[in-house]
């Protein structure tokens, strides 16, 4: 394996909650009912599932969004009886958002294909396109790293009018994505591969195309020849399907309510904050006219846009018109796996918190509960960057901390050995002077004990200010080490956080070619819970 291990931390940006889950502890594994894959299988053979409905919606969604040979194989095992899936998702971001969304579709083929091994049944990765989600902000912009390797946000900034499902978002603006995508691929310059990055960008994003429909054929692309399956749930056909789903939780309000609130009390009481906070009137569904917008519920009434709607009425607008409805954050988890024969769902830290507070759910609503496990993290790093960490002493741990602390240990072991051995001996030979000079002084007057510290303290203080005025013109001069260590971190640890939650994998496939993407693949370990550091000089470019 080409890479090395950081233990999981709260310095990476972990809750309490997701590091006792990574550790195993008991304490939180109480609020995931899911563990046995043999047990979930079993419960799964005893469930019905639409599976050929499903198939076809699957297999036009997928040809829409250019998937190969090896997807339609994954689609005709999900067809038999006694297969299964995986699930992982993500929202619809630019150029596929940041690197963590094609870490979860790899891990998904992964652990499709462990799982498979381990049950000897067909197990088929699937990736959730949040396509129901209406935050604009969150999906319309990526972040790469130019030649400089300065971080440049690259953003869409043709906004619909109302807030609307990104499914439903069509990139319609053909200045602005000419602009974003020359803006884009623009900051990687020429290399070998950036032609074939933008024959992919310019296929998948078209003013045909939404947002969701872009994301998934640059995704497509991106991990050709995986097998991993795309899924839009904004989709009319889907929601048709889950027309019974959605009349449960609406005629269940009551006990659902009562079931989060109970959940929501032990994780506290357990010393663990909540994920999702959703006030006590949310029907936990929403309805997209004139925008997508909550369904309410309060003192046993439903409401929406702040107009009262009779339970009658509001299951007559489901039957009628189920395309306008979604569920929310608690409720999507469950009609993942009431559409789905789902053995495992893979998430990210507020994934796997908010799936701790909605896992009590599945019995309420009598759906097989899916193992929900905390998906792998990784860094990419390449040979520029390591010989960099090498020649200069910086350790990812450092990164992650006070970045100038690192950058100041640094130079200061590169300040001149003689100049700090003779400010050494410069302090030393004054403090011991004034020592002798104050001692004879005193002989004479006795009481101007306390007047002789503060006057040496004075001294002291102006001594201790020189030395930091020195090694600030020290710094000033070692501008090119400073700027290296800023170099590391800006690939690394972008944006004070993890790298995979910021870069977009353009960065890396523009210098290395599409087989990065068949290199995290092989080097990813799906069962380990530390941070892998992915070693790309291991890899040969294609």
Excluded at 225 to 237: I, K, M, Q, R, S
Excluded at 238 to 266: C, G, M, W, Y
């Amino acid at each position: 394996m080409a890479h090395r291990l950081i233990p999981s931390s709260k310095q990476l940006g972990y809750s309490d909650l997701y590091l006792d889950v990574l550790a195993e502890k008991p304490s939180a594994g109480a609020f995931f009912h899911a563990k046995d894959p043999a047990a979930v299988a079993r419960a799964i053979d005893h469930a019905t599932y639409p599976r050929r409905e499903l198939v076809d919606i699957l297999t036009r969604q997928n040809r829409q969004f250019h998937g190969d040979d090896s997807v339609f194989r994954s689609l005709t095992s999900l067809a038999v009886p006694g297969s299964m899936c995986v699930f992982s998702g993500q929202q619809a971001g630019l150029f596929t958002g940041p690197m963590l969304v094609v870490v979860k579709a790899l891990a998904l083929v992964k652990l499709a294909r462990a799982y498979s091994l381990k049950l000897n049944r067909s197990v088929v990765p699937i990736f959730w396109i949040a396509g129901d989600d209406h935050d604009f902000d969150e999906i319309a912009n990526t972040w790469v790293l130019n030649q400089q390797s300065e971080l440049v946000e690259i953003k869409y900034g043709a906004r619909p009018e109302q807030e609307l499902p990104v499914g439903d978002i069509v990139l319609s603006n053909h200045a602005e994505l000419d602009r974003v995508k020359d803006l884009y691929t623009g900051q990687f310059g020429r290399t070998d591969f950036t032609e074939q990055l933008r024959k992919l960008v310019d296929r998948s994003y078209t003013p045909e195309d939404t947002f969701v429909s872009s994301f998934g054929k640059m995704l497509a692309g991106l991990t050709a020849g995986t097998g991993l399956v795309l899924f839009n749930p904004c989709d009319a056909e889907v929601k048709s399907l889950a027309v019974p789903f959605f009349e449960q939780v609406i005629d269940r309000q009551d006990e659902l309510h009562k079931t989060l609130a109970s959940s929501n009390k032990a994780i506290e009481e357990a010393g663990y904050h909540l994920q999702v906070t959703a006030k006590d009137h949310s029907a936990h569904l929403f309805r997209n006219i004139n925008g997508r917008k909550p369904v309410q519920f309060e003192a046993g009434s439903f409401s929406f846009d702040g107009v009262a709607i009779p339970l009658p009425a509001l299951k007559s607008a489901v039957r009628s018109h189920p395309e306008r409805f979604s569920p929310d954050v608690m409720t999507r988890p469950l009609m993942q796996s009431y559409l789905f024969p789902v053995l495992c769902q893979l998430g990210g830290p507020a994934e796997i918190a908010y799936l701790a507070q909605g896992n009590a759910l599945f019995d309420l609503f009598g759906i097989p509960a899916p193992i929900q496990r905390p998906r792998p993290s990784l860094t990419l790093i390449e040979k520029r960057i390591d010989q960099l960490m090498t020649e200069h002493g910086v350790t990812f741990n450092d990164l992650t901390g006070d970045i100038e602390q690192a950058v100041n240990r640094v130079l200061a072991g590169s300040f001149p050995k003689e100049l700090e051995q003779r400010y050494a001996d410069l302090t030393a030979e004054v403090k011991a002077t004034w020592d002798r000079f104050a001692g004879e002084s005193l002989q004479f007057d006795p009481s101007l004990g306390e007047f002789a510290k503060q006057t040496y303290g004075k001294v002291d203080f102006a001594l201790k200010g020189f030395e930091g005025k020195l090694f600030s013109a020290h710094k000033k001069k070692s501008k090119d080490v400073r700027d290296r260590i800023y170099r590391v971190h800006r690939n690394l640890y972008p944006n004070r956080t993890l790298q995979e939650r910021t870069l977009n994998i353009g960065c890396f496939v523009a210098r290395h070619g599409f087989g990065v993407v068949s290199f995290m693949l092989e080097q990813m370990d799906v069962d380990q819970t530390a941070h892998q550091l992915i070693d790309l000089a291991e890899m040969t470019s294609e």
